[in-house]
């Protein structure tokens, strides 16, 4: 056999491998899921754009993960702001040899994070067409248009995407998989995001760290969520396979 070319390939083949119940990891860690369910439908595991097979991307997840997971990164308003906020707000820390400043922290919208030992703290703010960064002394110093923000989304996820769902058990190379729900997910629902981020749900990563030289290194601005919220991202859903 060979990998999936259409969702009805997928069902029948994912079918076979929930029916083989527990099923060793071929990868220690966090990838171990994604890993062995590629093998076993015979994807050929790529970092490339393009989707895993047919039209669809393919996300697994374990059914009791509160992992987080990175929907897009994209850097906010207005140019060259990465530089205005590390200099304004960031914090040194002992995570580094130096006492050069660095930004790491998370973003909600309902409540504000504090950051380092500055006095200082940010939080996001939700308003017709934009979203913003503010701080606790009512400064703006950055935001995005919300419609750039849903460009951003529909270029990562511009596929359907097959979301799948497996117990676990042990862990590291011990670890076993379970498959045992297949959803598919397409049309995604600005307005569900911004009501995620409204509600906390979906968060805000700022990662600007430092390269062993000391220079600034900006991981990039990351809009993350748990994955099994991941659902409510879309207008349309429907499950494929459950076998529990």
Known sequence: MSAPQNIDEFIEKFTMIAQ?????THRAGPTGIGKTLEDLL???ENNSDGPDFGEYELKAMRTSATSMLTLFTK?????KVNSVLLNTYGFSTDNYYNEKKVLHTTLLATRFSNLGNTGKSLKIKCVENKISIIDNHGNEPAYWNANELEKAFLKKYKYRLV?????STDSGLNEHFKFHTAWELYDFNFENMLTLLKEG?????IRIGQYPNGSPHD?????????RYLTKMFKNKRILIQTD
């Open 42 to 44: 015979e994807i050929t």
């Open 201 to 205: 749900l979906l968060k805000i990563d």
């Open 20 to 24: 083989k119940g527990w099923i060793k």
């Open 75 to 79: 850097t906010p308003k207005p140019p």
């Open 163 to 167: 979301h799948v769902f497996a117990d």
């Open 219 to 227: 991981h990039g601005t990351g809009f993350r969520i748990e994955e």
